[in-house]
Structure formats: C-alpha cells, structure tokens
C-alpha cells in the first residue's frame, strides 16, 4: 500500500511535472506559431514537421498542446494564488480565535461564498466584466477560497493544541508570531494537499467555461477551447478532441495524484494506518 | 481437560516471524496472566487465538477450545465460537464500541447474533449492564458510548465478552487505559466474573493480583511460564528476573533494578537466545536457542538465575 | 383535397403531440403530419412589434401571420393577401384589392378595416427603429371591405418590399391584447403550444383561407450548441436543420439515402465591420488596409468549410442590382502594408459569441499580425452585451456579424449606426434609388454599394450561405433565404 | 436536537436573506439597461422612458431591492423585462427539470459509487481493488460535457439506441422521459460517481481499521457481517457530507450537461437570461440556485447530527 501511495506521488509528480515542462517550453520554442492561421494546411494530416497534424484554421495541434499547457498552469496558478492569499489567512485567523465572534464571522461568510460555485460566479462574472481567462480565474479562485478556509482552519486547530504552540503562547509570545513561527510550517503540508487538488478542480472548471463560451478568449490555444472547437469535426476527425482531452485528463490526473500522494506521504494520522 | 490448548502457534507478517512455536494451556476456571513488554507478540498471541489478526498476518501451529480448531481454518467456521465460547475484551474502550449505536443493541447483538431472540436479548443486555456494575443500567442500555467514561464502557465490554456465558475470556490489557481507581474496581470485577482466563498484561502487579498462572513472552517466544508465586519469587528466566528487578516486586537486596538496551523492533531479535543481547549473562552458547523445559515452572535459558 | 387536410388535421390534434420528431416510421400512414424543425434562436417573447429578433418574424412571419404580398424564392414580389394591386401613375397611390374568403384564427373576418388598423399601428404603437421604414406612408384608407387604399408622401421603391417584412403583417382589430404570448393571424398555421427553452409548436389551421399545409403541425425545436442540433437529426430528433451553424460537421450528413443537404443563399452579409468613427478606421487608408490585408477565400475555407459566397459590398447576389464587387480588394499584403506605412495598430476586436464570428475572428486576427495590425478578440454574449457595447454604444474597433436583414444597404447611410460612417454622397443615392423608376433605382444602388466597397466603409467577410440538412423524403424546404421568414407552407414528408 | 434544528435554521435563513443582497447588488453591476435591452436598438427613447417605468426600473436601487425581494417571500419572481411573462412560473418549471436531472444524476452516483468503493476498499489489496481505485481516478479527470459528448456519439448518433438530447415531460410521455433522461443521468453521474467512489473507499477504509470493527468479529461476525452492521452507517458519516458537496456541484454541472443534451432546464435559462440581459430573471435564477446549495447544506447538516449521536449534546 505504501508502495502504491509512493507509485502514486511518482506518476503525479511527473505528470505534472511534464505540464509545467510543456509550459516553460513552449515560452522559447513551438514547431509552429499555434495561432498562424493557413488555408493549405486545413486538417493537415500529422507527420512532416505536424506532429499531429492541424486543425480547421491549418493551426499546428502540437504547438497549440504546448501553449495550452501554458494556459492550464495559469489559470490553475492564479485561480489556486487567489484562493489561498485570501482563504488561508482567514482559516488561521478562524482558528487561532475559535470562539470569537471574527472565527464566526468568517466561516459564515465562508458558508455564503460557498454557496455560490465556480461556474455560477464565472457566468456572472463574465456577464458583468466580459468572458475571458482571467474572469474565470478570479471566479474559480473566489469559489476556492472556502475550501482553503476550511483546510486551514482545521489544520490550525490541531495546531493550536499542540504542546509547542502551547509553550509559546504560555511564554506570552502574541498571535501573529505564532501563526508565522508555528502555525503556517505546521499546517503547509496539508495546504499543499489542498492546492495540488485545487489545481485539478480548476483545470475541469476552465474546461467547462471554456465549453460555455466564458473561458479562455480566442485564438489564445486552451486545451478546453481546443476541446470545444473540434466538436463539429468529432465524427470526421476524432484526433482533434483526442488530444486536447487526454491533455485535459492528464494533467487533472497528475494534480489529483500528486494530492493523494502527497496527503498519505505527509499525513501522519494516514502513514500510521498504512504501516500497521 | 484444558479449555484450551495452544501448541507450536507461531504468528508471521510475511517473511517476519512476530511468535514463534508458543505453547500453552488453560484448564476450566484457571486464570492465565500473560505478561511481555509491548513488541513481545502477548497482544497477537491473543487475537490469532480470536482469529482477530490484521490482515497479511497468519497465523500457524494448532489451537483447541473444546475440541474445536481455532487456528488455521477459515473464519466462517470459528466465528461462531467467537463470543460464546471465547470472547475478548480490548485494551482502548474508547474506540472498541459503535459509537452510532446504542449501548443496549451493542451487548443485546452479540446474544441475538448467537440465537438469542431479540426480545430476551435487549432484557438480558440490562441484566448484563447491571452485573458488570453499571448503575441505572436501564438508563445506560439507552446511551451512547460517547456518553460514557471510559470505566464505563470497559464495563459495558466486558457485559459483552460475558452475555453468552463463554468458557474463556481474554482480556487484552482491558485496564491500561482506564484510571488508577478505576482500574481496581475493573480487575475486581474481572476476578469476580471470570470464567477461565488469559489476562494480557504488561503489569506485573495487575497480573499478580488477577491470575494464578503467568507466561512470560519476550520477542515472541514464551520464555517462561509457571505458577505466579513461583516465577514472580524466585525467576529463572534473565528476562524475567530483570523484569521484576524493573518493577516494584523487586526480592529485598538485589541489585538496582534495569534491564539493559530496549526492545528491538520486530524481526530484529537475535538467533538463538532472543534475549541475549541485552542478557548481561549472555555466552556464545546462547547462540542456540534454549527449549522451553520443566514441568509446572519451565524456562528456556541457558543461564538460569539462581 | 380540402376535405382530405381538414382530416388530417384533426387526426393529428387527436394523435396528440407525441409523434414531434419521431414520426419516422409513417409507412403505414399516407402522410407524416408533422415534422420538427432545428433552429439556433429562440424568440424572446412572440411579439415582433415591440421586440428585436430575427427569431420571431422567422417563425411567424408567413406562417402566421401575413402580410398583403409576400417574396417568393426567386425574390420577387408576389400577392397574399391582397389579390392584386395597383400603382397610380404617380406612384404614390397604392390600391390594394384583398381576399374576401380570410379570416383570423380567432374568427374574425379580415376586412379592409384591418389593413388600416394593423398599419396605422405601425407608427402609432410599433417600438422598433424599422418602422421608420413605412415613415412614406401618408394615409391608409378603406375603400369598401375588400379595398384599402395606402398614399403614400413620395414615390418610394421600397414600400412594396417594406410590406413583404413584419412591418406588412396584418392584424386583427381584436387579436392584440397579449402579443408575446398569443399571436392571431390569418396564416397556414397557429401557434399550438409554446414550451420556452425548447419549443414552438405551430398547429396548422384548420380555417384557412388557402391551401391547406400539409402538415398538420410543424415543432420549432432550439439549440444554442450546433453540435447537439447535428446528433439531433442524426437520431431522430429532429427532422430539419434550419441552419447548418457547424458546416466543417456536414460530413456526417454525407448519406444520400438517409439525408439532404441544401445549399441555397442568404440576404446575410457577414461584415466585419470597422469603427469609421475613431481611430485608426476613421482613416480610410488603414480601412483598405484591412481589406487587401484579408484572404478572403481562405477565410471562407477554414473558418466557414468553405460554404457560401464571397462578395465585396452590401449587396447579395440575390438582389436585382447586384455587381461583383469582389475584385476592389485583392488579397495583397505587401499592399496593405504599404497603406499602412509602416505603421503598426493595437485594436479591440469585439465580436458576438456566434460559431461564424468566433470562427472568422480568429482567422481575420491571424491574417491581419501579418500586415502588422494586432487585434485582440473579446467575444460578447449575444445578443445583449454585443448590441450594448457594439452596436448601441459603438464601443468598437473591429466587429464581425452576419447583417440577414434583407436589402439592408441603408444601414450604412445612417451617421449614428454603429459603423460610423459618414459619406452624403452615398445617403444621397439611397434616398434618389427610392424615388426613381426601378432603372434608376438600379443604377443608384449599384453605385452605392460601389461606393462603399471603395470607400472600404467595412470589410464583407462572405456571403453567409443558407445551409439546410433534413432527413430524406422532407420536400418544400425553401432553397434561399431571403425574406425574414422561414417559410413553412409547402414544408411536407413522403 | 430542537435547538439545533431551530439554530441551523436560523443560520439557513439568514445566510439566504444576505446572499439575496449579494446577489441583488451584483446583478446592479450588470451594464445595460433592461428597457434598452428590451426594446433592442431600434427603440425611441421616448418608448425607452416609457418602460423604464413600467420595469420600475427609474426607482432607487433599495426601492427596487425591498420590492424584489419582499415578492421573493411570496414566491413572486416579477415578470422578465424580455420576455414579459412571470419569471416565478418559468423558474419553476426548470428547476423540476433539474432536478430531476440532479436527483438522477446523483442516484447514478451513488449506485455505482457504493458498491465500488466498498468492493474497492474491501479488497484494497488485490488488483481489481486498485483497478477499480484507478479507474475512479480517470472518471475524475474527465470533464462532464467531454462524458457527456462521448456518450452521444456511441449511444445516440451510433447505436441509435437513445436520443441525443432533448426534454419531454414525464406527463407527456413517461417512457420518452426516461429514455431522454438516460445519457444526461449518465454523463453527470459517471463523473460524479467516479468521485465518490473515492471517497467511499476512503471511509470504508477508515472504517475498517476502526477498532469496533474488531470487537463486532469478536462478537462472532464475520469480516463482512461485521462491516455491513457496523461500517457502513459509520462510513456514511463523512460521504453525506461529500454528497452533500457533490449535490451542489452537480446542480452546476447540470448547467453544462443541460447544454450537451438540449434539456431546458435552469442552466439553460441562467444562460439564456445573461445573453438575453434578462435581469431579473438571472437574478432569480442565481437566487434559486444559490438558496439551493445552502439548503442542500442544511440538509446534510442536518443528516449529519440524525447520523451521529456524537453531535448532538
């Protein structure tokens, strides 16, 4: 079992590891320019120089595979940047003060933004301010925040408890400085956990957004665009929605595997179980 | 006629040998204490006997409880030994009850699971709570565990190891996690309520004033077992002598009371003696292993104490 | 015959609705009576008076309501109502002679009193901007209840046409309390049942004043997503695809046996259209820029499959004064380049989200970095926030949409609509094209439309082609497009 | 529990009164103005005055809020701007059709994930248990529509067995109702299912390690006796409350699916209503939506306390 876990964080690690490669990579170098438009290469089969071939427009489906890449990191990047700036700093506080009224407020609050979900904020974000990649972001990154609210508050309860947080505070050090000495290294691996999952979640919103119409603007190469954009040629020419969806699976595949593995390699609680 | 009779019962985790060729018997009645530091194989002893073992570890060797084979046949047909003619009470009462169901179901289910009607069960289940010392035990059969303490719920276990009048209890540290005053009232009530027993323990004292008998296991082997007043007086076993010497039972005059290093993980005991190397009698002849010798007090050591 | 419709008629209302779509199997029955119908827009409400759409005009327009002349396919001006009519030598006196065996679906006979109601309403109840187009109108008179008498101001070319639109459908006196919800017309068909999100079911009527549809009633089924409209019909559950919005998908409807792909045209002139207002398409070198700048043959082939036409002004070539205008601007980057002098142009591209504008907007984006322009794509939801921000606001630089209203020229003689643009001569022409003999009035068009090509008020795209698949056996389909209304009453189903 | 009942409902209650405030205020932000919109661009704007005032639209925004959302506590929508007909009626009828959709999609889920998170959990250690492990992590990675597009092609547009989209009302016809519903049921729940599969085995997992597993087979059940009378309920602990999660996403899902298969349900009318700047009508529906998930919350908070006595002092 605790081979699997390990098998798990390993497949994970270099899935995703091969996205955030694709990314950086395609910032230098692209077989073609994904967005270059060319009649004569319409639904070019793959081979000499098209890996797999073109799409519709004559796009080159590697080169935009790449860029995609880039796509999918950064939705997920800001999406997950914003869920945590906001969500953990709100679940330390929430924590450390579990029975104040502010620990009150702010899971209720919580509740409220929980209550509306990515897609619904990205539908009215997109109605409000336009439909593009970053209003989805924002969107799929406000819809986040409970989650890391929650993970935070949780893990920093535990922490509270603990004989060493208990020393400092009796040594009267103030709250700020134990959140930033003792509560935040304790509970980063389980914000980790949270973020790797998060990731995936995010990657299946822009998809779904980008299906709507409220992702990513064209011609910037999506692999959820990319996906939408060959239905109409799903039945002639399959390899159009292939590649794009299993780019899509693989890297929501990584990040939830990367999660998982990582949540049994830090867990302690879980590690212990696996052992017995 | 023993009640039960374990021969040769040897526990594995795959290639680890967690207890070796462990031999014993309980007569009708008679009160066993088993005692070992944690890492000693005491606690897996007892659950291949209940065919309780976690999963990937097996079990080998024979045991009997009337003439019924516990070890190495499928759980389908121990199972129905299980509770009524053997039953056990664990060492953590605070997680070993459903905590979504009621006190009451909980020790009426182990009589309905064994033919009694259920409407016979739920009265028997408050004349068990009422004998195990339970006040109110009506009130009780009503709650929760998280409504009860610990002491408590050791009790309602132990109502529930009794319901089918078993022929033997095993008791697997059942007062390590209770309070001091609590643990007494819980051992007398064992002592009064007990048929034949296998009392598992790392404390000498509890085992002192609970059995009559005592195996001592050291790296999963019995090294030495007799009568209580024999082995605690006058042990043979360097193990057991360095045990006692670490405990309050210390004979008058002997030297400062510690054993030597710590117990070593599982597997990595040494051949032969398992306890030669912290044995400060250790020779090289203890790189055979000793047998298990002498009738009523036997001990497997090559250096017996005086 | 009559009697056989009537017949069928009832025994469809008394088959109930359940056989929308699935009528497949009619080997027993002589005749499939109904059929389903995919479209891609569904009407906001029902009422064309006061609601902008093309989506309602194409569902009732002819099918329920009529007007007193129709088009027919070939584009020409044809009776309905009306019997016949005549022009007074000056031409400003039309008199129209109506039918006398027509009633409403509500009963009511439709008399000459109703003409004068329905067109008085126009200017006194109507809310949309077109009804200025009936401005001309002087006075509507009854003569007798088969007679009515329209005099118009001035001469005017485009009455006639005018009254082929919505804004000819005539009404009954008593039949406009709920507009939106319950239409009352003279037409093949009523409204049956209206399920909003999904469906209008048009029943045919069974007191029609002609001949009898031969359906007994026809379901208007609605997709926003292309791709369901094609499974749709490739499963049964559609019979019609009104309009092919997925064209590279027609492959799958390849099978002569099972379906028929129509290809006929449209009044629709995609444009992509330049903000003649601002900067920089208020420089109209930078506007010509764009036009020699886009391969608009290759544009057609990718973002369209290649269907449809290529044109190069505001004129289909369905219209009478119709000229090639392709040729004004030849595909020739280096030329564009030239325009520009070296300049390079950031701009905001601000299209609806329609497959055919997110299409084209990703091909006209790339072919215009070649020549240095960079235009960023924003898709709008349609129709509210592109008609916002585009077309009420003229916060634009680039746009692209399909113009379907038919003969719609005038648009770009209009300095507030969002083009911006802004040339008397051409508004000159418009005006002398609708008071001169039709000569004239070909002669002035045809210079207009020249004249926008050259003054590159816009850049067309291509000519949006009418693309209908339907299951084989579906007969009466129109092949064009060209009148505001998807014209139902020969629709039927060996 | 009383209390808690009543403490809970509270919190419902007042966590709906200010998402109506949320809600309200941004669909404020919303550029355009509903008459505008309504009239399209060819409208006078003396017709444009005309029905601004007829909207009710001229007034102060917290006029206009009090008089929402004082029609809200009577079930009163108000009447679409575009299409001029009661909103509260349309609302209705879809939120029927998604939920049917929901409620389907969910009992797919659940169908699948049960046994085959149980199966999985049970048989951690042999391959068909990581099989099943495996194949639940790749139905997660599948985008819904991407499911649900797939499904078309191989049971609508090549077998010809099932329609490829499309609603008929079960009053209509039951046995097209069901047929119609198959594929969407399918698409939300093979994805959600696959989810949940992975949180079950997780809670049977935990479940069998817990120690009173051991003191039900000590009591003489077998392995599997034991973990039906005692594991399961305890497993259902925390997979109500992931359902309870999953309901809320799948009530968004829904919004996705309901466009793959043509189904009029409240995704498609929030969508028709922002490309139709039908303000009002968004707004109820997103109030719809929103009051939805918190008393789907609710619920499972609720469920969670009638599940566990521990919770209830």
Redesign the interface.
Known sequence: MRGRANAGLVAGGALVGLVVLTAVASFFWTPHDPTLVDAARKLREPGGGYLLGADKFGRDTFSQLMVGARTTLYVGVVAVGIAAALGVPLGVIAGMTPRGWLSELIMRVNDLVFAFPALLLAVMLGAVYGAGTLTAMIAIGVATVPAFARVARAATLQVMVTDYVLAARAAGRRRPAIAVRHVLPNIGSMLIVQASVSFAIAILAEAALSFLGFGTRPPTPSWGRMLQESQELLFSTPRLALWPGLAIALAVLGFNLLGDGLRDHLDPKLRRVEER | MSTLKVEGLSVRAGALELVREVSFAIAPGERVGLIGESGSGKSLTALSLMGLLPEDVTASGTARLGGRDLVGVPESRVKDLRGREVSMVFQEPMTALNPLMRVGAQVAEVMTLHGTPRHDARERAVALLDRVRLPEPAQVARAYPHQLSGGQRQRVMLAIALANGPGLLICDEPTTALDVTVQKQMLELIDEVAPALLFITHDLAVVASVCERVLVMYGGRVVESGPIREVFTRPRHRYTEGLLAASRLTPRGTRLPTIQGSVPPAGRFPGGCVFRNRCPHATPTCEAAPALTGEGHAFACWHPAG | MRRIGIWIAVGGLLLGTAACGGGDGGGSAPKAQSLSVGFVAEPANLDFTSTEGAAIPQALLVNVYEGLVKLDQEGRIVPLLAEKWEISDDRKTYTFTLRDNVTFSSGAPFTADDVVFSLDRVKSDWKLKIKSQLDVVDKVEKKDDTTAVVTLKQPSNGFLYSMTTRLGAMFSRTGVSDLANKPVGTGPYVLGSWRRGDSVQLDANPSYWGTKPPLSSITLKYFKDATAMNNALLTGGIDVISSVQAPESLQQFADPNRFEVIEGTTNGEVVLSMNNARPPFDDKKVRQAVRHAIDHKALLDTAWAGRGGLIGSMVPPTDPWYEDRTGDYPYDPAKAKQLLGGRTYNVKMRIPNLPYAVSSAQVVKSQLAQVGITAEIEPLEFPARWLDQVFTKGDYDLSIINHVEPRDMGIFADESYYFGYNNPEFGELLASADRGTEQEQSDDLKQAAKLLSEDAAADWLFLFPNLIVAKKGVTGLPKNAISESFDFTALAKQ | MTFYLLKRLA?LL??IA??AV?VFA?MS????DPA?????????PE?VAALREQFGTDRPPVVQFLDWSGGLLQGDFGTSY????PIGP?IG??LGVTAVLVLGGMAVALVLAVPLGTFAAVH??DPLG?VISAAS??G???????AG?LL??VF??QA?A??????VPFA??PG?WLRGLLLPWASLGLVQGAVLTRYVRSAVL?VM????L??????????TGALW??GL??AS?PVVTVLGLQL??L???A??VE????I?GLG?????G?????LLL?QGV?MV??AA??LI?FVVDVAYHL????LLR
Do not use: M
């Not at chain 4, 466009?259 to 043509?262: G, N, P």
């Open positions: 919190v007042a966590g200010v998402a949320v941004f932000l919303l550029p355009g505008e919109i309504a009239l399209g661009v060819n409208a006078t017709a575009v299409t001029s007909s349309q009828d879809r951690h250690r990581a992590q790749v997660i990675a599948v985008p819904a529509f991407l597009i078309v092609y609508a547009v010809q099932l329609p490829s989209g499309g609603y209509e016809d097209e935990d390690r817990e120690d009173y051991r003191t039900a087979r000590a009591k003489g059940r077998g392995s009378r005692h309920r305890n602990v809320a996403t009530l968004i899902g919004v996705v466009r793959v298969f043509v009029p498609d009318l929030l969508l028709n922002v490309a139709g700047r039908d968004v997103v939506l929103v998930v918190l919350n599940l566990d006595p521990r």
